[in-house]
């Protein structure tokens, strides 16, 4: 029977089927970070060890600070206390840690491919959401609770339901100044928050296979806006390309092997899916968001609803509710929206093509508003600086940070003012996701540092990205 | 875990959609890593203003609700952050059932391991609670998880559906963990092939 590229990884881990539809599932990587300390607490309870401590890693991306790389820096003693048990917890099971102190530490979602341990086929899970950011490998990525962080640290297993399979594809070739993220947020406004929900997402079509695995990074970290319980793309030679020479890739003596195996991991032509999306590529535009839902976005050409033209009455109420605490009138240009700070970092948007757009807006530009830019790793990092990026933005008022999860989810501190407007690469525009009162608009990295130069959403193709 | 009991109880009606779980428990008080004590963050900004003063028009400060055991809910309640301080907080409010048209799966699945039922049921039957719930303190169901059935104000009885599972465990209490350890043998098997089938994984064991 022809089977979908998530239900052979599903075939190939799957350990026990049971009566009521629930299957036991073999993890291949377990991810974890600071938030973890309910699971380590759990096994302590439990006297009971982690089971694979070769397949689980651990990294401190979220609570950790982006100004300093020195755990003195964390004023907060709450804050300190996680970070603190965090370093104790994997030292007593024996999980390997990226520390902030580390060469190679980042936001994990940033670092396992980076690392080259997330590869295709594979199951990997992480107590954050926007762990479906590796499934751009081809493996099948979700996130997982805290108990279900328990239940794999001992086990290594996860009992799942079957999701269905949904395939979004993305037909054309994309016009310039349009990114990866304009093509995710496209699909969201058109899908919905909860329009996946209970779905595998496959992403395809000849937008998805021309991007860089960066770019499907992007588009699969934000499956879980659309409420997907994972996204997915096929591994192809932009997949084996990036893989290769990176230290957890297949040795050269292996690597025919792996390669072969990853070859076969493709949707059958005639698989069928629950649910098929489709969209032309080539009449998508730069996005931004205007409400509180990762769902509430529009091209930058156009306007933000009027709720007085919306029929549905609860449609009303929530646009008008997203619009009041925006501080947005309805029908208001995308583009004239203002902007009074900027964030370009996170696992959405944190690697090197994302800082490289960025930079080629804002060189030999002046910011108008405060920025940041907080690298998704210190390999990302260094690569930057090696290229002159810091320099960049630092010239045109861009402040250079360190790598960590930073505003994306503001636990650490770096957060924005009440009532400020957040020009933000990350993934969530949810009411206070980046402080109280804060109002955040989602955006590419290159939109993002056009909207901090004129202090407003704007549009990105009015300035033409320089050479770097 | 403890165990579900047939309670009555007062629902409270939330019918907005996508209320996500930064709307449950904002980020800054994940600092704790307590589970107990979180009730009072829950719903934090849609429930205090910054004075810390409630809100008078949030649903569970209104006299009636203050006590709400069930919660009516628009599509998609939970979606977006997996922590599982949104069930913990809703838990230690005194929250017990979550009703709605379809919720989001790492919600879903992080309430059911901490006691919680979520129900899903078709759109005109959630719209009927939602209507229910509104009777303020006469808002009370009856939520029974043996015989899958809420008992409304009026005395009709409604059906659900449960993962057999799921209200196996949640009727005993039963805890995930001790449960798959008796499919430690397959587990074992399956990763002795596992390991000579891949030669490439790297290991990432502590130096």
């Known amino acids: 029977m022809p089977r979908t590229l998530f239900e052979k990884i599903w075939d190939a881990h799957t350990i026990v089927d049971r009566d009521d539809g629930q299957t036991l599932l073999a993890v291949d990587w377990h991810f974890c970070h600071e938030g973890s300390f309910h699971g380590f607490n759990a096994l302590t309870e439990a006297k009971l060890p982690v089971r694979r401590p070769e397949r689980t890693l651990g990294m401190a991306d979220h609570y950790v600070p982006t100004t300093s790389r020195d755990l003195n820096a964390i004023d907060n003693p709450e804050i300190r206390s996680v970070v ?272 490289r757009a960025a930079a080629a807006i804002a ?47 503001g636990i650490n501190g770096d957060l924005a003012a009440p009532g400020e407007h957040v020009a933000s690469t990350s993934n969530r525009n949810f009411k206070g996701r980046q402080g109280q009162g804060a109002r955040t608009h989602l955006m590419s990295p290159a939109s993002a540092a056009a909207a901090a130069l004129q202090g407003r959403i704007g549009d990105v193709r009015d300035f033409a990205p320089r050479a770097l | 875990m403890r165990k579900f009991t047939t309670f009555t109880g007062v629902a409270a009606p939330m019918p907005a959609q996508n209320i996500d779980t930064d709307k449950v428990i904002p980020a800054r008080f994940l600092k704790t890593i307590e589970r107990k004590g979180l009730g009072k963050h829950l719903f934090n900004d849609m429930r205090y203003n910054t004075d810390g003063t409630e809100k008078e028009g949030f649903i569970l400060n209104q006299p009636a609700y203050r006590n709400a055991e069930v919660l009516v809910v628009g599509d998609n309640f939970g979606c977006g952050s997996s922590r ?44 009927a609670l939602m209507e229910d719930a509104k009777l303020g303190a006469n808002a009370r169901l009856t939520i029974d998880l043996e015989a899958q059935e809420i008992t409304r104000p009026n005395g009709e009885v409604v059906k659900f559906e449960v993962d057999p599972f799921k209200r196996h465990s949640l009727l005993n209490g039963l805890d995930d963990i001790g449960l798959t350890f008796k499919n430690k043998e397959d587990i074992t098997s399956y990763e002795s092939k596992d390991g000579s089938s891949r030669p490439w994984m790297p290991s990432l064991a502590a130096e």
């Open chain 2, 84 to 127: 599982e301080h949104a069930p913990w907080a809703l838990s230690d409010f005194g929250v017990k059932c979550l009703i709605g048209t379809d919720f989001a799966d790492i919600f879903f699945n992080n309430s059911s391991k901490n006691g919680m039922l979520l129900i899903k049921l078709p759109k005109p039957i959630v719209d």
């Open chain 1, 84 to 355: 603190d048990q965090f370093y104790a917890n994997t030292e007593r099971f024996g999980v390997r840690m990226l520390g902030i102190e580390d060469k190679d530490h980042g936001i994990v979602h940033v670092v396992g491919p980076e690392q080259g341990i997330s590869q295709p086929g594979l199951i990997i899970v992480c107590g954050d959401s926007h762990t479906s950011t590796h499934g751009a490998m081809g493996a099948m990525a979700f996130g997982i609770g805290a108990s279900e962080v328990a239940h794999v640290f001992a086990t290594q297993t996860l009992w799942q339901a079957r999701p269905k399979a949904m395939r979004v594809t993305v037909a054309g070739a994309l016009q310039a100044g349009v990114a990866a993220k304009d093509v995710i947020l496209a699909i969201i406004r058109q899908i919905g928050a909860g329009g996946a929900l209970g779905h595998a997402i496959e992403y395809d079509g000849s937008v998805i296979r021309g991007l860089s695995m960066e770019g499907r990074m992007t588009v699969c970290n934000m499956s879980i806006e659309a409420g997907a319980r994972a996204g997915m793309i096929a591994p192809d030679k932009t997949t084996f390309d990036y893989l290769k020479g990176r230290p957890g890739a297949p040795d050269p003596a292996d690597w025919p092997a792996a390669e072969a195996f990853w070859r076969g991991l493709q949707s059958d032509p005639d698989a069928t899916f629950d649910t098929t999306v489709r969209l032309d590529g080539g009449l998508l535009e730069p996005m931004a968001t205007w409400g509180t839902s990762p769902e509430e976005g529009a091209a930058v050409s156009g306007r933000a609803p009027d709720p007085r033209e919306i029929d549905d009455a609860d449609r009303r109420a929530q646009f008008q509710g997203s619009l009041d605490y925006m501080g947005l009138n309805g029908g208001v240009a995308i583009a004239d929206i203002p902007i009074d700070r900027a964030f370009i970092g996170s696992c959405t948007n944190g690697r090197i093509e994302d800082l």
């Open chain 1, 363 to 409: 060189k030999g530009r002046q910011a108008k508003v405060p920025a940041i830019v907080a690298p998704g790793s210190m390999p990302v990092k260094r690569q930057a600086e090696a290229e002159g990026l810091d320099r960049i933005f630092n010239d045109a008022g861009f402040e250079w940070r360190e790598s960590g999860c930073s505003m994306c989810v």
